[in-house]
């Protein structure tokens, strides 16, 4: 059965192609499809620690996970690549969090929620977040299990 | 002449056409330095005939000939007759005789060359050595910082799980001998600092299971060793590791160093003191020998707002004996607003020691506990300055109708500091207040119309 052969007929730029495909073939592109369904979030961390256990929990939670380590490695990635959530630390080198979430809101989305991580207790710092774009925000250290129900909030 | 005293020469004349070089070059041109050589090929070739008279050594030789023989060894007389006949005396000018007179005053003999080679080879020794200690350390730090990137990243990749998820045992005790296989001091320090990194950023039942690992394995043998054995600063993170870490039993080993020598090693120990015993974490007071500085009582302020430690009554320690103590416990009262020691912190006003009463009334005062008033206006006089200020801004927020009259009396006899306090509180007090300070202004023939001003002025209001 999986060695059987298809053919699959595709029109481009006016012409018909055919294309002779097995069985197997058609069911690598069908997780293919399943793949680029997943969701993407995109995590800025200069803690390696971190963006690591954050990205092994959502990836476990089924999400497709991309890493960065300050906000001016990320900004390429968001800037050509479409994604559901943007989770960022605030004080990091070369682009901070506050910085990266002003660029997302006026170049790149006034839509994706943003969720900005920090240890931070100041009010200002805190209100300044919400007043720029971000749509949540959650005080370092955290429990795991509130960051993932809060993630699933924003990402529905 | 010998090969050494020819390059001896040589080095002489080289340093005299440069010279000449570049002074002529500025005086008079590019000319200079073309005449001279011309002159020089000429008597060169007076001197030696049929020889190469490009040849750049000999060239300089005859210039130092011609120069040794009519300059140096010359008679005045023969020198002046010279002079007049040779047209190389002719490029010497004035600067060049001197420069060259210098020379001969600092090089009679040839220990100034040694001497000049040794400190070439001593300066470039120099600079090999710091090249060469700059490229090793280099290479040490890299090589050092390069091993703890990665077995940072491999210990990561193997805990990560561990912080957020709930693994069954078997998983579990996986993970423990993997981190098992680490047994050198610095792997395990590596493993220290990352189980105190993900202390930092996660709480909950993930903090409760790194604490488990730590003491699973053994890692508090590798602190309490730094503790034991470790000179201050390994001391110091011995005891902070202990307290992020390690289990509450751990705190009889850290009250030893409550009373160390050294500063730093005290503060740490009372903070991780503190972690580890949030049902009592004033308890290490009862240790305390060494005077309490300020910069401790600021670090446990915000040990406890950073762990979200729960303070605890201060009132039952505030008879401490040392004053720094009951000066820091007073200001936690205020800080978290424990109405109950009221009464308690109403006995400092009467306390002997300045600094405390004041400390005293800022507390009542934070505390809006009012019925002191009476008490703070019945000391005032007996009070020194800026116990009264404090006083008098206590009244800012007590202030009735009939307390106008004490602070008209301020504004009338205080320092100026008292007066300034006095007047803005009566302005904001009512506009019978006001009004009572242009009165007195008339009284006091406008003395006091410059504070009133001021604090009329709508810039001044945010002025607390």
Redesign the interface.
């Known amino acids: 059965m999986s060695g059987e052969e298809f053919y699959l007929v595709s029109l481009e730029g006016g012409i018909n192609i055919k294309e002779k495909v097995k069985l197997r073939d058609l069911a690598v592109t069908k997780e293919n499809l399943d793949l680029n369904a997943k969701k993407t979030i995109v995590i800025v961390e200069d803690n390696d620690l971190l963006s690591k256990v954050l990205e092994y929990r959502m990836q476990k939670d089924g999400y497709h996970v991309e890493t960065f380590t300050n906000g001016e490695e990320a900004i390429d990635f968001l800037t050509t690549n479409s994604f559901d959530l943007l989770i960022t630390d605030l004080y990091m080198p070369f682009m901070n969090g506050s910085e990266l979430i002003q660029h997302v809101r006026n170049k790149i989305s006034t839509e994706v929620p943003i969720m900005a991580i920090s240890a931070t207790h100041e009010e200002d710092v805190i209100a300044n977040i919400f007043n720029i774009g971000a749509n949540d925000f959650i005080v370092k250290p955290f429990r795991a299990g509130e960051l993932s129900v809060r993630i699933k909030r924003l990402v529905g | 002449m010998s090969q050494l005293k020819r390059v001896f020469l040589s080095v002489r004349i080289l340093i005299l056409v440069l010279f000449i070089g570049l002074s002529g070059g500025k005086a008079q041109g590019a000319q200079m330095p073309a005449e001279f050589v011309a002159t020089a090929l000429t008597a060169y070739g007076d001197i030696f005939p049929g020889q190469e008279q490009t040849n750049a050594i000999c060239l300089l030789e005859v210039v130092g000939q011609k120069f040794v023989k009519l300059v140096v060894q010359a008679e005045p007389a023969e020198l002046a007759e010279a002079e007049s006949e040779n047209n190389l005396i002719e490029l010497l000018w004035a600067p060049v005789d001197y420069f060259l007179a210098f020379i001969d005053k600092i090089s009679l003999g040839y220990g100034l060359l040694y001497y000049l080679a040794l400190l070439a080879c001593f300066f470039l020794f120099n600079i090999a050595s710091v090249v060469m200690v700059t490229v090793v350390s280099n290479w040490f730090f890299n090589r050092k910082e390069a091993y703890y990137k990665s077995k940072?990243?491999e210990i990561?990749?193997i805990v990560?799980?561990y912080?957020?998820?709930v693994l069954d045992p078997e998983e579990e005790a996986e993970l423990v001998e993997k981190l098992e296989k680490y047994k050198r001091l610095k792997d395990k320090q590596i493993v220290i600092d990352?189980l105190i990194?993900?202390?930092?950023?996660?709480?909950?039942?993930?903090?409760g299971k790194i604490k488990e690992l730590y003491e699973i394995l053994d890692l508090h043998k590798v602190s309490l060793r730094k503790v034991r054995m470790g000179n201050w600063y390994r001391r110091s993170i011995g005891l902070r590791e202990l307290a992020f870490l390690g289990r509450k039993g751990f705190k009889n080993e850290i009250k030893k160093y409550i009373n160390d020598d050294h500063q730093y090693v005290r503060t740490e120990a009372v903070l991780s003191y503190m972690l580890l015993d949030e049902k009592n974490p004033f308890g290490f007071l009862r240790e305390l020998k060494y005077s309490f500085v300020r910069w401790d009582s600021l670090s446990i302020y915000y040990t406890m707002?950073?762990n979200g430690i729960e303070p605890p009554p201060m009132v039952d320690m505030l008879k401490h004996p040392d004053p720094q103590v009951r000066l820091f416990l007073l200001r936690m009262i205020s800080n978290y607003n424990q109405l109950d020691a009221v009464k308690e912190v109403t006995k400092y006003l009467l306390d002997d020691d300045p600094e405390i009463r004041q400390e005293a009334v800022i507390t009542l005062r934070s505390l809006e506990y009012y019925r002191i008033k009476a008490l703070m206006k019945k000391r005032y006089a007996d009070e020194i300055e800026p116990v009264r200020m404090e006083i008098l801004r206590s009244m800012k927020h007590f202030i009735e109708d009939h307390d106008i009259t004490f602070l008209e009396e301020r504004v009338r006899k205080g320092s100026f500091g008292e007066v300034f306090e006095a007047v803005r509180i009566l302005y904001r007090f009512s506009g019978y207040g006001e009004q009572r300070l242009w009165v007195l202004n008339q009284e006091l023939q406008g003395k006091i119309e410059v504070f009133i001003k001021h604090v009329v002025e709508p810039r001044n209001k945010h002025v607390a």
Do not use: H, L, M, T
């Open positions: 940072r990243k990561i990749e990560s799980p912080f957020y998820d990352v990194e993900g202390k930092r950023n996660f709480i909950g039942e993930s903090s707002y950073f």
